[in-house]
């Protein structure tokens, strides 16, 4: 099987689902000429034409307002919000309209729409080109929210999306595009918005984490091995719906938890999993739930002092793993 | 000696001393600006988004408001502004190189996210014309206390698709705030040129929506665009209210250094545009006027070097911020 980058991926997924249905389209910030500011999208306006990938002006509320109107009348549109960060003006279109729309028409219509956006830190981004703030639409009931970690799910997940009757958020680890690489079939396969996915079994620790956070806990959970004990690393692929089975079931036979993302701790996908695990794993739990994500700051400052004491990496997964091993 | 008529048009009523300091702030910036570059490719310094290009109107409005007075809401390209307001190539050194003195910052911002609370330039993020907003709230409060302090706030053409700047102007005209608009348009947003941005040329038209002057100014056109400054800062002042101004300005770099615009410009449009440099061009301009003599210019960039280079020695032994700072200031730290 072929082995290709995560943005490569994506990209093969985007270009096969156009190919065959030619309701999908692109629209969003230097998407068309300049293949947007990361290359996900290079090639596509070649390929598909200007219509089909489309360089909207900068407007995060247009883009989204404009694909709700364009699924509501047949299209298959992908909004690209160029960073995480950038999303906000467009939040009122995604969280009043596009999560809101089947309900209040009472089935009537749906958003069948795609919003990518990368996320996430560790690229001297600063401020606002690091946010992780899935957890605000991981609330909102009406929207589904998918980051997937590999070049695998990624290729799968994007089809799944654009497949999909609902509004779906599919947000991309910016330093998983070039970082992480991994086999993709060719041709045609779509994997589900709504499980997680056991990447290592282990016996000892349970790990749940999403993203790039997925490697640096298979990282440490290596690190761990080689001391005996086995970690249980869980990809939870899915924010909303999230995979309460999935949860359960490692909690449950590891009996204890770590639960890594690289978002701050509070009111998070990481609060969600550890109350989940609190109500249906009590009498198996052999240690306090852990959690280990960003510090409570407004966001990962620039300097690279300031940046790495924000970021989760291996090692802080590794003394936190290894504090829960002694417990 | 007697001055020509075209001479006296030429200098808008400017004299000898500030056509050369406006020279003089053009050619610092730009110095600087080349500096952060290098500095950038020497792989010290991450990121740098450039004012190349935009250094004419911004220094035009510098020289134009009273620093630590009036009030400046910038955005990215602003490098010329802050300096003619006061800040220096140290300050900017200092954040490129994410050190803790950085006054934008203390290192927390990615470079050009400028702000110097002694200067009355209010910190800006990283959205796209949030600044707008703000810089019409600080003109209410202005107003409202009965001061006659100007608040200027700039912002690309790309940025003006955003309904922050409809809202802003709306609001700045409805109550004649002493407010300026500028935008400086340099015909591309990243990769995104104008004509998918909008669908007039002008964004200076939409100041009739809101029943306010809206003025285009060549960019280029150092003298012009002190004369259109001078204008719109006086109007404000005196009460009459917003004007809109735009600037037709050049992107003479890449969008910035993550960004490579020869993926998307011919080489032809890149060489056009070096050729209508203002800063090329208003030097030939003052030593056609007799303001620049011979080796002037090049003495003034000898000195500005030489300030440069002991920036850059100063901020290279600068510390960077410690870990445990980066919990500071998410609240009040002292109650008040
Ligand atoms: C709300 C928001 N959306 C997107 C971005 C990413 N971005 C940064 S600069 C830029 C283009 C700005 O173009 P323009 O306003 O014309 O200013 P210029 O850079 O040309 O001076 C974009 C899309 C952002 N910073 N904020």
Redesign the interface.
């Known amino acids: 099987m072929p082995q290709k980058s995560y943005i490569e991926a994506i990209r093969d997924g985007i270009r096969e689902e156009m190919r065959r249905d030619e309701r999908v389209m692109i629209l969003g910030e230097d998407v068309g000429a300049k293949g947007g500011v990361f290359g996900v999208t290079e090639g596509l306006q070649k390929e598909f034409g200007e219509w089909r990938v489309l360089d909207s002006p900068l407007a995060e509320s247009l883009i989204v307002g404009v694909a709700i109107g364009a699924a509501m009348n047949g299209l298959r549109p992908i909004a690209e919000i160029q960073f995480q960060d950038f999303i906000m003006p467009a939040v009122d279109q995604i969280i009043s309209e596009a999560a809101k729309i089947r309900y209040r028409s009472n089935g009537d219509w749906n958003v069948p729409m795609v919003l990518r956006s990368p996320f996430g830190g560790g690229v001297h981004g600063a401020l606002y080109h690091s946010q992780s703030i899935e957890a605000i639409f991981a609330h909102i009931p009406g929207l589904r929210v998918v980051v997937p970690s590999n070049p695998y799910d990624a290729k799968g997940m994007i089809v799944a999306a654009l497949r999909d009757p609902d509004p779906v958020l599919y947000f991309e680890h910016k330093r998983c595009y070039r970082a992480i690489k991994g086999e993709v079939p060719d041709g045609e396969y779509t994997v589900p918005l709504d499980r997680a996915r056991v990447v290592r079994e282990g016996q000892d620790i349970a790990i749940f984490s999403y993203g790039m956070m997925v490697h640096a806990s298979l990282e440490a959970g290596d690190r761990l091995a080689a001391d005996g004990f086995s970690c249980e690393v869980v990809d939870l692929r899915s924010l909303r719906p999230i995979d309460r089975t999935a949860i359960v079931a490692s909690a449950s036979k590891c009996g204890k938890v770590l639960i890594v993302q690289e978002a701050n701790l509070a009111v998070s996908v990481a609060s969600e999993v550890a109350a989940i695990i609190a109500e249906d794993c009590f009498d198996s739990l052999d240690a306090p739930v852990m959690r280990l994500g960003g510090p409570e700051i407004p966001a990962m400052p620039f300097s690279p002092p300031l940046e790495q004491f924000y970021l989760v990496t291996p090692d802080k997964v590794e003394a936190k793993l290894r504090e829960l091993a002694a417990y | 000696m007697a001055m020509t008529r075209t001479e006296t048009k030429a200098r808008a009523g400017l004299d000898a001393e500030t056509l050369r300091l406006m020279y003089r702030h053009m050619l610092r910036s730009r110095l600087l600006d080349e500096r952060l570059w290098v500095l950038n490719r020497q792989g010290r310094a ?2 740098w988004i450039s004012a190349e290009g935009h250094e004419a109107v911004q220094v035009a409005f510098g020289m134009n408001l009273k620093p630590k007075y009036d009030w400046v809401a910038p955005y990215y390209r602003d490098l010329a502004l802050t300096l003619v307001l006061g800040m220096t190539p140290k300050d900017h050194i200092l954040s490129v190189l ?3 003195a950085d006054p934008n ?6 470079p050009a ?1 400028y702000g110097c609370r002694r200067l009355n330039i209010i910190t800006t ?5 949030t600044q707008l907003l703000h810089a019409t709230g600080i003109a209410l409060a202005s107003r409202m206390r009965g001061e006659d302090a100007v608040t200027l706030t700039s912002i690309g053409e ?2 003006t ?4 700047f409809h809202e802003a102007m709306n609001f700045a005209a409805i109550h004649k705030l002493a407010v300026i608009f500028l935008v400086e348009n340099n015909g591309f ?4 040129p104008w004509q ?3 669908p007039t040329e002008d964004v200076a038209d939409r100041a009739k929506g809101y029943g306010i002057p809206g003025v285009i100014v060549d960019g280029c056109d150092a003298i012009a665009c002190y004369r259109t400054a001078r204008e719109a800062v006086k109007r404000a002042r005196r009460g009459d209210g917003p004007t809109l101004v735009e600037a037709k300005v050049l992107r003479l770099t890449s969008h910035s250094s ?2 490579d615009q020869r ?2 410009r011919t080489a032809a449009d890149l060489e056009a545009d070096k050729e209508r440099d203002s800063l090329h061009r208003f030097k030939a301009t003052l030593e056609e006027l007799g303001v620049l003599h011979q080796g002037d210019a090049e003495e003034m960039r000898s000195e500005l070097v030489l300030e440069l280079d002991r920036a850059t020695e100063e901020a290279e032994v600068s510390p ?8 500071l200031h ?1 609240y009040s730290e002292t109650g008040d």
């Open positions: 991450p990121f994410q050190r803790a910052s203390g290192g927390r911002q990615m996210h993020g990283s959205p796209v014309g790309g940025g698709s955003e309904g922050d947003a990243i990769s995104v998918k941005q909008m993550d960004d993926r998307y960077f911020p410690s870990a445990d700072t980066a919990m998410v």
